[in-house]
């Protein structure tokens, strides 16, 4: 395999993705290991990384991307690899059960929707940025819940599994256009056109505070509820460092907007996912 196929693949930035299921895990009543196990494994080293060299091959990026600051460029052998992985990735998920396998697939199809030229949702501001943060929240929430406890997805439905996989999107939408912040003018160049393009800098700044704020008090809420209210406290807690590192970065774009790049993005990304991995264990094994 070439090094720019495994650098695309991006695999460490699977970490930004794995709060998701650590809240599935989290609010889970009978964990089944061997389940837990392998559907970890399908979605963190095979259906992401899939997801993520699917669409490098398609974008063909020359600046900073999530978890590139240089991106190498794409061969053949990129898009090949990202099929190869979703298919095992689709083997192992029949194996889990047949709700985690018609799931992973229409999660593989969305997200090679996002970057293929024939629909390109990444052309689409609110269809893409809505596609990205039901996916990537509610949805992978669910399939990650009934693949843990090895449940249909009819045990899934009372209050306290929908709620936070709702809370779980609506924090995805509100963080995903920071994710796009200092990607305008490489989208531009190529005529996609991004929520935070329509956002603006600033104005994307303002939109995903609003919805951390809203997102932060319905899990506080959620937490509190069914936990206790020292877990909803500890919460709050373990967001403060982001708030701190959000508000710190705000102040400096407002001075300067090319503060708003590629290394500070990727700092606020491991902050959030760092804290929020680091509470959702403690929930899970408190």
Do not use: C
């Not at 779980?168 to 393009?197: C, F, N, V």
């Amino acid at each position: 395999m070439k090094k720019s196929t495994l650098l695309h693949l991006r695999i460490p930035f699977s970490f930004f993705l794995l709060p998701v299921y650590l809240l599935a895990m989290a609010v889970s009543e009978s964990i089944d290991t061997q389940q837990a196990i392998l559907s970890f494994f399908v979605l963190h080293f095979l259906i992401y990384p899939a997801s993520n060299g699917y669409n490098s091959y398609f974008d063909k990026d020359e600046k900073s991307i999530g978890g590139l600051k240089n991106p190498p460029s794409v061969s053949k052998e990129l898009y090949f690899v990202s099929l190869i992985l979703d298919t095992v990735g689709l083997i192992i998920g029949w194996f889990i059960s047949l709700e985690f396998f018609v799931m992973i697939l229409v999660y593989g199809l969305i997200s090679k929707a996002y970057s293929h030229p024939f629909i390109r949702l990444k052309k689409l501001p609110i269809t893409g940025w809505l596609a990205a943060g039901i996916f990537q929240g509610y949805f992978t929430f669910l399939l990650s819940y009934i693949a843990i406890n090895d449940l249909s997805i009819m045990d899934s439905l009372k209050w306290q599994i929908q709620f936070p996989g709702a809370l779980s999107t609506l924090l995805l939408l509100g963080s995903y256009p920071m994710t796009q912040i200092y990607q305008h003018e490489e989208d531009a160049k190529r005529g996609d056109i991004t929520i935070s393009q329509k956002l603006g800098i600033l104005g994307t700044f303002h939109f995903t505070s609003i919805s951390f704020l809203i997102s932060s008090g319905g899990f506080f809420y959620f937490f509190s509820e069914v936990f206790s209210i020292n877990d909803g406290l500890i919460f709050l807690t373990a967001m403060g460092p982001v708030l701190l590192y959000f508000s710190l970065w705000y102040l400096r774009v407002r001075k300067d907007r090319n503060a708003a790049n590629f290394e500070s993005t990727m700092r606020l990304n491991f902050i959030s996912s760092l804290m929020l991995n680091g509470f959702f264990i403690y929930l899970a094994i408190s």
